[in-house]
């Protein structure tokens, strides 16, 4: 069955935009660009439209022409030159930075003009990196919105901080605005400052497990609200989603972007996804969190990222999108009864 408390933000009819985005270059492993076709095709266009949704969909194939960089400027983020300033080195390590911020803007100028149009996107991904598209096209429509960041890692580190180079695992840093500024018009970094800003205080995470050294330096230093899974273990998980809605929402009067990793939920829930790490949200504490948030009525964006079809066994896979699948229902309204 349906919920359909009436959403503050969104005009009737009430339409989702399905925004398929095939997209892996934020990080390494193959195969997470094959996400959006795999949920769509275990029928979740259908299965939206039977919550009463109208549907509106582009297709996966509306990012795929965006080419890699000309000659002369190289993916992992330098030019030519020698790497000779600590800068430099750092901006080197990023994993094709030129192609993510180019598809990224692409992706948030999709979910900027459907949410202009009343629409809700719900975004399938593809890695997390696409969040700094996603989030930035939901704060050019509604610039108060805040963000909740379901996820087992916290996404935020900078280009100084990353071990890996993999930018599935900075996205927040972009969107806070902690990386040090372009040293020029010409630079990687300033490839990135289409990013919109979302500041702070209207970000909170639940599911936090596996997170960097320094990506604790930079929540402590930032005072970013996070509620990780000892929080969940402690409270619950209904305390949990109140106490990080009375965080970024005081009122109950911002719009909420929902972004949602599958490795926020334990590998026995969601095994087929690129960075797994035991001990997360069961089934349901996942599914709760998309319920209450629907339950506000303030939902304007929903992201579904990481699922993997290419890792672990078939079954594996038919259980991660059969999940992935059925937790965008309940961020839409599907309830128990």
Same mark, same amino acid.
């Given at each position: +069955?349906?919920? $359909?408390?009436? *959403?503050?933000?969104?005009?009737?009819?009430?339409? &989702?935009?399905?925004?398929?985005?095939?997209?892996?270059?934020?990080?390494?492993?193959?195969?997470?660009?094959?996400?959006?076709?795999? %949920?769509?095709?275990?029928?979740?266009? *259908?299965?939206?439209?039977?919550?009463?949704?109208?549907?509106?969909?582009?297709?996966?194939?509306?990012?795929?022409?965006?080419?890699?960089?000309?000659?002369?400027?190289?993916? *992992?983020?330098?030019?030519?030159?020698?790497?000779?300033?600590?800068?430099?080195?750092?901006?080197?390590?990023? @994993?094709?930075?030129?192609?993510?911020?180019? &598809?990224?803007?692409?992706?948030?100028? /999709?979910?900027?003009?459907?949410?202009? +149009?009343?629409?809700?996107?719900?975004?399938?991904?593809?890695? #997390?990196?696409? =969040?700094?598209?996603?989030?930035?096209?939901?704060? @050019?429509?509604?610039?108060?919105?805040?963000?909740?960041?379901?996820?087992? #890692?916290?996404?935020? *580190?900078?280009?100084?901080?990353?071990?890996?180079?993999?930018?599935?695992? +900075?996205?927040?840093?972009?969107?806070?605005?902690?990386?040090?500024?372009?040293?020029?018009?010409?630079?990687?970094? =300033?490839?990135?400052?289409? &990013?919109?800003?979302?500041?702070?205080?209207?970000?909170?995470?639940?599911?936090?497990?596996?997170?960097?050294?320094?990506?604790?330096?930079?929540?402590?230093?930032?005072?970013?609200? /996070?509620?990780? +899974?000892?929080?969940?273990?402690?409270?619950?998980?209904?305390?949990?989603?109140?106490?990080?809605?009375?965080? &970024?929402?005081?009122?109950?009067?911002?719009?909420?972007?929902?972004?949602?990793?599958?490795? /926020?939920?334990?590998?026995?829930?969601?095994?087929?996804?690129?960075?797994?790490?035991?001990?997360? %949200? $069961?089934?349901?504490?996942?599914?709760?969190?998309?319920?209450?948030?629907?339950?506000?009525?303030?939902?304007?964006?929903?992201?579904?990222?990481?699922?993997?079809?290419?890792?672990?066994?078939?079954?594996?896979?038919?259980?991660?999108?059969?999940?992935?699948?059925? %937790?965008?229902?309940?961020?839409?309204?599907?309830?128990?009864?």
């Amino acid at each position: +069955m349906s919920s $359909t408390p009436s *959403n503050k933000f969104l005009p009737s009819p009430k339409t &989702v935009a399905i925004v398929g985005c095939p997209f892996s270059g934020g990080q390494s492993k193959l195969g997470v660009d094959k996400a959006p076709i795999h %949920l769509v095709q275990a029928g979740l266009i *259908n299965e939206v439209e039977e919550l009463g949704w109208r549907v509106v969909f582009d297709g996966h194939h509306q990012f795929e022409d965006i080419s890699t960089p000309p000659d002369g400027i190289q993916l *992992n983020g330098t030019s030519d030159a020698a790497v000779n300033t600590a800068l430099d080195a750092s901006i080197a390590r990023l @994993r094709s930075p030129l192609l993510v911020a180019q &598809v990224c803007e692409s992706v948030a100028s /999709a979910v900027q003009a459907h949410a202009e +149009m009343g629409h809700l996107p719900v975004t399938l991904g593809g890695d #997390h990196s696409l =969040a700094m598209g996603t989030i930035s096209g939901t704060l @050019r429509a509604y610039d108060q919105a805040c963000v909740i960041w379901i996820d087992a #890692h916290a996404d935020i *580190n900078t280009i100084h901080s990353t071990d890996s180079g993999n930018i599935h695992g +900075m996205p927040l840093s972009f969107l806070l605005k902690l990386n040090p500024p372009a040293p020029s018009p010409d630079s990687v970094l =300033a490839k990135f400052d289409w &990013v919109s800003h979302l500041p702070a205080e209207r970000l909170v995470y639940i599911g936090l497990r596996d997170v960097d050294r320094g990506e604790k330096e930079i929540l402590k230093k930032h005072s970013i609200k /996070a509620f990780s +899974m000892h929080e969940v273990d402690r409270y619950g998980i209904g305390k949990v989603v109140e106490m990080a809605l009375d965080h &970024v929402n005081p009122q109950r009067d911002r719009p909420i972007h929902l972004s949602f990793d599958v490795d /926020a939920l334990d590998p026995s829930v969601a095994p087929s996804t690129g960075t797994p790490v035991r001990g997360g %949200l $069961t089934f349901r504490e996942g599914h709760y969190i998309c319920e209450a948030i629907h339950q506000t009525g303030l939902l304007v964006a929903f992201d579904l990222m990481e699922v993997n079809p290419a890792l672990a066994d078939a079954e594996s896979v038919r259980q991660t999108v059969t999940v992935g699948c059925s %937790l965008v229902r309940s961020a839409l309204g599907e309830t128990l009864l």
